[in-house]
């Protein structure tokens, strides 16, 4: 069977294909990110919804143009109460989302979709919940500083596999997920589909 696409940039997903074996080939999706979040918004789906969708619009944007080939697309959002949070813009909404997570429990929405000849075949959602520590000014000016312009690639600011992990007092649920790819739902159904992968 020819490799998986991941269609996604991220370094992270990527290794964590990468260790896990997987033989895949990463691509950059083929839509406008923002443009579908602000039409999904119009949409008045939940973020639950924003994510499958997100995921499922990533994957087929190359699966269309990859006849034949497995794609995988991913998707995360932050949710605390009924506030969705995306990456931040610049250190100023680093620095506010930090303050609304402080001392919060939030979950973090994550989303994969497997695609083949432009049909989504596959869809998983994880729902970890994160709780970080209540900071002060202090500390949050800290870690933006150490973490520079890192912060504004994570949901949330944060990159939990880093200096992240310094923000948190508890996590539950998947760490492949917070990690922003559900693997072992990823896995489970690879090997179903392609027995001794």
């Not at 990463?26 to 499958?52: C, F, Y």
């Not at 697309?73 to 250190?91: A, I, Y």
Request: glycine share 6%; proline share 4%; net charge negative.
């Amino acid at each position: 069977m020819s490799a998986l696409i991941l269609a996604s940039t991220s370094k992270t997903r990527a290794l964590i294909l990468r260790n896990a074996g997987v033989d895949f080939e990463p691509m950059a999706p083929a839509i406008d990110e923002e443009a579908l979040k602000r039409q999904l918004r119009k949409q008045s789906l939940t973020a639950r919804e924003q994510v499958a969708a997100l995921s499922e619009a990533k994957a087929l944007s190359i699966s269309k143009a990859k006849p034949g080939r497995l794609v995988l697309g991913c998707d995360q959002m932050l949710l605390r109460e009924d506030s969705v949070f995306d990456k931040p813009f610049d250190r100023q909404d680093a620095r506010q989302h930090l303050r609304m997570l402080s001392g919060r429990s939030h979950i973090l929405l994550t989303g994969a979709a497997l695609a083949e000849d432009g049909v989504v075949i596959w869809h998983t959602l994880s729902e970890p919940r994160l709780t970080m520590h209540a900071l002060t000014e202090a500390e949050i000016e800290t870690y933006l500083d150490r973490m520079g312009e890192a912060a504004f690639t994570s949901v949330g600011a944060y990159q939990i596999e880093s200096l992240g992990a310094q923000l948190f007092s508890q996590i539950e649920g998947d760490w492949f997920a917070i990690l922003g790819l559900p693997l072992l739902p990823v896995m489970n159904f690879l090997r179903q589909r392609c027995p001794g992968t």
